[in-house]
């Protein structure tokens, strides 16, 4: 079964670490495509160029923001393969001009390090969905043509951002 999101995040190849495709503008906030769905581009490009399949580092600078509707392409190119380590940097490109940039590190969750280390921690008590406050371009005064296929829940003990006093 095929998703919007995968629709919508769908690359081709065009060359040796080179792939295109048109930006949606079904994932913007306001006029312009969300972070993280630009980053779901690049990881698309990055797991086909890389040999592990896990991302465990993964660093972006947003240069530019994106162009809805607009054709872009995503260069990636391999730094380093290793044992347990695949390094790669990658750009997206629209219009003639780097978009972001992103360094990324891949491994094999899968494979033993040889620590055998319980690092998780308990979860954080949060309200029920019902209790929680839904989020919508209302709150922020913009439109967000991705919240027709999301539904976002905030914590109604964390919403107060954006009302710090001045210092005394």
């Known amino acids: 079964m095929t998703f919007q999101f995968d629709q919508d995040t769908r690359i081709e190849v065009i060359g040796d670490g080179r792939y295109r495709g048109v930006m949606t503008d079904g994932w913007n906030i306001g006029d312009n495509p969300n972070g993280g769905f630009l980053l779901s581009i690049i990881s698309a490009a ?12 993964f660093t972006t600078h947003y240069l530019r923001p994106g162009l809805s509707g607009q054709p872009f392409e995503v260069d990636v190119e391999v730094l380093r393969v290793g044992r347990s380590l695949t390094t ?70 964390q919403m107060n951002s954006g009302l710090h006093q001045a210092p005394k």
């Open 88 to 157: 790669a940097r990658a750009t997206l490109i629209q219009d003639g001009s780097v978009r972001l940039v992103s360094m990324a590190a891949y491994s094999d969750l899968m494979q033993s390090a040889g620590v055998d280390a319980d690092i998780s921690i308990a979860p954080i008590e949060i309200p029920p969905p019902e209790e929680c406050l839904s989020r919508t371009g209302d709150i922020q005064g913009i439109d967000i043509p991705m919240m027709s296929k999301l539904d976002v829940r905030l914590n109604p003990n």
């Open 46 to 57: 990055f797991s086909e160029e890389v040999s592990h399949p896990d991302p465990i580092s």
